[in-house]
């Protein structure tokens, strides 16, 4: 386990990470179960410690138990007990736009602080990046919860 998710922030992953980072969010969106949507979604997470896990969107016929690709990613790293997290990329096949995380992964992301990086990526490998903070402001997370 990682430990306590009090980290100081995390310094962004360095080239050869980043492009390997990159390369399997494109391999796990060729993973994606998506007959429904045909809207493959990809995406690899950096954990503190280097390791990346990776997932991809897996639909069902009952809509509502689907599960998004960032979702998937953050599942598997934590039940491999990590939950201290640096970068996540994502990929689709949408052509001039950046892919970018629902509201409910935008949320299951922000469990695990706001001081990490998203890299967005359109069909051509191109990407932006965005702190969390940026992309779920005025957020509420686990501290909150000792406010009460």
């Avoid at 995406?43 to 990776?54: D, Q, W």
């Avoid at 970068?87 to 892919?99: H, K, L, P, V, W």
Wanted: overall charge negative.
């Amino acid at each position: 386990m990682e430990g306590d998710r009090q980290h100081p922030a995390p310094a962004a992953p360095r080239r050869e990470q980043l492009q390997l980072l990159l390369l399997r969010s494109q391999e796990a969106k060729n993973c994606a179960y998506c007959p429904y949507s045909r809207f493959p979604v990809g995406a690899a997470l950096l954990t503190a410690s280097g390791e990346i896990f990776s997932g991809c969107n897996v639909e069902n016929a009952c809509y509502s138990l689907g599960v998004c690709a960032e979702r998937t990613a953050i599942q598997k790293a934590i039940s491999e007990g990590h939950t201290s997290f640096r970068a996540m990329a994502i990929a689709s096949d949408m052509g001039d736009t950046f892919i970018v995380p629902c509201g409910a992964c935008r949320q299951v992301m922000r469990e695990f602080g706001t001081d990490w990086d998203v890299y967005l990526t359109k069909a051509d490998g191109s990407y932006i990046v965005k702190r969390l903070e940026e992309l779920l402001p005025l957020s509420f997370g686990p501290e909150d919860l000792k406010k009460v």
